[in-house]
């Protein structure tokens, strides 16, 4: 079967640094990817991993461990602004992505 | 920055009546996505196209729903006979290349309302 497991909803106070995990059980694997996503807007695109380890990109990192079918999304220097749901999306087979619930930041002044 | 463009940004219809959804891809990519999520839950996967066929498709795009790319710069998604269930926030999403996680890009969504 095809399983993402994210937190539900997190709270945090602007400044912080907060970590999104997810993990994955998947039928295939061809990288993850996490998304954020306003309400009611259309998720865009954050990080990329396909291989272990971090990526780091400004103020959001991603790190990635296949072996352990996990990975997570570190938000540093946290703005209200980055008040989102921020999804992680496996890459599956050939082309689709398949998608977490989502999780749930609110920040906090 | 390049830009996927959906119309209508919300769509009002009745149930059994067809409806179909536009996208305007990014206009050097090859690979063009439609997927939904229906509020509160979680983004699904509808179905894939490149070079003018279906390259995936998943259990929700059954023979109600269909995807056409008419000419070079618009690709279509079809739902014949909706149903309340149908309602959801509709995304297109095009790609440069299958490799690389820098190859999606989503469009802004349409919402389906089906009364």
């Known amino acids: 079967g095809q399983n993402i497991d994210q937190p539900t909803e997190m709270t945090a106070t602007e400044g912080a640094i907060v970590q999104i995990n997810c993990t994955y059980q998947?039928?295939?694997?061809?990288?993850l990817f996490w998304y954020q996503q306003h309400a009611g807007e259309a998720p865009t695109f954050l990080s990329y991993n396909v291989l272990d380890g971090l990526e780091e990109k400004g103020r959001f990192s991603s790190f990635l461990s296949r072996s352990k079918g996990y990975s997570y999304l570190l938000l540093k220097e946290l703005q209200m602004k980055d008040s989102a749901s921020y999804l992680c999306a496996v890459k599956s087979g050939t082309d689709k992505l398949i998608f977490g619930t989502g999780t749930r930041l609110q920040v906090f002044p | 920055e390049p830009e996927v463009t959906q119309t209508p940004s919300h769509q009002v219809t009745q149930m059994g009546q067809e409806v179909i959804l536009r996208c305007v891809p990014i206009?050097?990519?090859?690979?063009f996505y439609w997927y939904r999520q229906i509020l509160g839950q979680k983004v699904e996967f509808l179905v894939s196209f490149y070079n003018n066929e279906i390259s995936e498709k998943s259990e929700i795009f059954d023979d109600q729903f269909s995807v056409e790319r008419p000419d070079g710069s618009n690709f279509t998604l079809k739902i014949r006979s909706t149903k309340l269930e149908d309602s959801a926030m509709y995304f297109c999403a095009s790609g440069g290349n299958r490799v690389g996680g820098y190859g999606y890009t989503f469009g802004s969504g349409t919402r389906l309302t089906v009364v």
């Open positions: 998947t039928s295939g694997f061809n990288g």
């Open positions: 206009s050097n990519h090859l690979y």
